[in-house]
T-cell receptor, first 116, second 112 residues
Framework: GAVVSQHPSWVICKSGTSVKIECRSLDFQATTMFWYRQFPKQSLMLMATSNEGSKATYEQGVEKDKFLINHASLTLSTLTVTSAHPEDSSFYIC????????????FGPGTRLTVT | QKEVEQDPGPLSVPEGAIVSLNCTYSNSAFQYFMWYRQYSRKGPELLMYTYSSGNKEDGRFTAQVDKSSKYISLFIRDSQPSDSATYLCAIRSSGNTGKLIFGQGTTLQVKP
């Protein structure tokens, strides 16, 4: 299967600072990438859809100024959590979608963010 | 009513058992059906993908889709302790929106 990487896998930051998470599709080009958030023992919650070269589409309730998404190339999308607070601590996972007709989506290993 | 319903379990079976995991969905526009396996603190791994009614087999895994009943299943034969994980069904509509609608996930434990 296709491979998606995320970096870093784990990050601790202080309240008020910003953190950038990278998502890369390693062996395919992805015009569309997605960012999810997952709380313990819960399913994935879609935060935003990222299309290469255009602005991200955020889900209802997700603050676009807080969670900045950039999809500058067909293999890289970044999520920046700005002015992080302890309630932003979570598991962030990205995925990348193969171009049609199959539309299979492959996930990265996730990034655990802890804000102190 | 949720768009995708999945029993969260937990489901506990002895090693070697056949496991049946199921999801129902409400929107007939859904065209693509996927099963993911997620280990604790890891990203989901795509196990099976299908876009038509019927069965699809891959090793010990069989995915089944019944569009008329809006019902999808994943069967695991000869289950192993390493299969212990959370299994998520995911459904996508046709078109370019790309969103996957996930079930809650079923936690499976296979006991040696």
């Amino acid at each position: 299967g296709a491979v998606v990487s995320q970096h870093p896998s784990w990050v601790i930051c202080k309240s008020g600072t910003s953190v950038k998470i990278e998502c890369r599709s390693l062996d395919f080009q992805a015009t569309t990438m997605f960012w999810y958030r997952q709380f313990p023992k819960q399913s994935l919650m879609l935060m935003a859809t990222s299309n290469e070269g255009s602005k991200a589409t955020y889900e209802q309730g997700v603050e676009k100024d807080k969670f900045l998404i950039n999809h500058a190339s067909l293999t890289l999308s970044t999520l920046t959590v700005t002015s992080a607070h302890p309630e932003d601590s979570s598991f962030y996972i990205c995925s990348a979608e193969l171009a049609g007709p199959t539309y299979e989506q492959y996930f990265g290993p996730g990034t655990r963010l802890t804000v102190t | 009513q949720k768009e995708v319903e999945q029993d969260p379990g937990p489901l506990s079976v002895p090693e070697g058992a056949i496991v049946s995991l199921n999801c129902t969905y409400s929107n007939s526009a859904f065209q693509y059906f996927m099963w993911y396996r997620q280990y604790s603190r890891k990203g989901p791994e795509l196990l099976m993908y299908t876009y038509s009614s019927g069965n699809k087999e891959d090793g010990r895994f069989t995915a089944q889709v019944d569009k008329s009943s809006k019902y999808i299943s994943l069967f695991i034969r000869d289950s192993q302790p390493s299969d212990s994980a959370t299994y998520l069904c995911a459904i996508r509509s046709s078109g370019n929106t790309g969103k996957l609608i996930f079930g809650q996930g079923t936690t499976l434990q296979v006991k040696p």
